[in-house]
């Protein structure tokens, strides 16, 4: 299978997971090369939780926005708690959690929309980005897949509440961005169990028992494998092979870094205009 996200530029990937001819669609994920901030955040840090300079990020953000050509006041973001809380983003969400946190959506890890002129945005430093989209609604989703997110089913429930909009399983697409692969990943027993329950009736598990208590888990294989379980077909679902500990040259990870590091950005937005010059 192809690599689904293409290295465009220093700043972006590109993600190519369904057909489409449309100019007006962006998916994709940032690096954490071409910004301004500094030290543990060089350079592209999107993150406004993590400590760097506010300045710094908004920044990073309209330099993003230009190279995507999507105003920064039609981003939306999120207070991402490592749970499953899934928001519907309207028009009167645009701007929310672009500038500053604080006025992000709370407690979410999950965003959808059916409407142009939004880009759903989230941020990562190894969580799994899951994107989501159906072409024949304009249906497109994002959603932020860590450990606990993963196991507690938020790439199922983002096709539930899909599925109660009118969208078959059958008619979405899915991609699994960058993220940390299972050779940089080990859990222990507890976060097993969690991954057992969800695949008892799989028989070829997503991770390998390296000692006693310690095993390698491959989190974007077990978030496909939950997404096949809730119906979307396995041929509609793309990985990416990007791992954010391994390109470190590429990604900020928090793993590698000993947590002091900035956070890359899954987005996902129709545009309104494609003409829009940005910064």
Known sequence: MAEPFLHINERFFSAEFFDHQNPSFTAGFTTKNGGV???????????????????????????????????????????????????????DGRGKGAREYESSFK??????????????????????????????????????????????GIGEKMVRIWQEEGIEASEIFAAI???????????????????????????????????EGQYALDLKKLNALILQKAGIPEENIQ???????????????????LGKTGRMMGLIGWKEDTSFEGN
């Open 37 to 91: 901030s500094g030290q543990e955040f060089k350079t592209l840090n999107t993150g406004f939780h993590v400590g760097d300079s506010l300045p710094d990020v908004v920044r990073n953000r309209e330099l993003l926005a230009g190279a995507l050509s999507f105003p920064l006041d039609q981003w939306a973001g999120a207070e991402q708690t490592h749970e499953t809380q899934i928001v519907k983003v309207h028009p």
């Open 239 to 257: 990985i990416s092979s990007l791992c954010t500990s391994c390109h470190h040259h590429h990604f900020f990870s928090h793993r590698k870094d």
């Open 177 to 211: 961005g960058p993220s940390i692969c299972s050779d940089c990943y080990v859990v222990d027993d507890r976060v097993i169990n969690f991954a057992k329950n969800r695949l008892e009736e799989v028989d070829k598990k997503p991770y390998n028992l390296i000692k």
């Open 107 to 152: 407690g979410t890890d999950g965003l959808y929309t059916d409407q142009k002129g939004i880009l759903l945005t989230l941020c990562f430093a190894d969580c799994v980005p899951l994107y989501f989209a159906a072409p024949r609604t304009g249906m497109i989703g994002i959603a932020h897949a860590g450990w606990k997110g993963t196991v507690h």
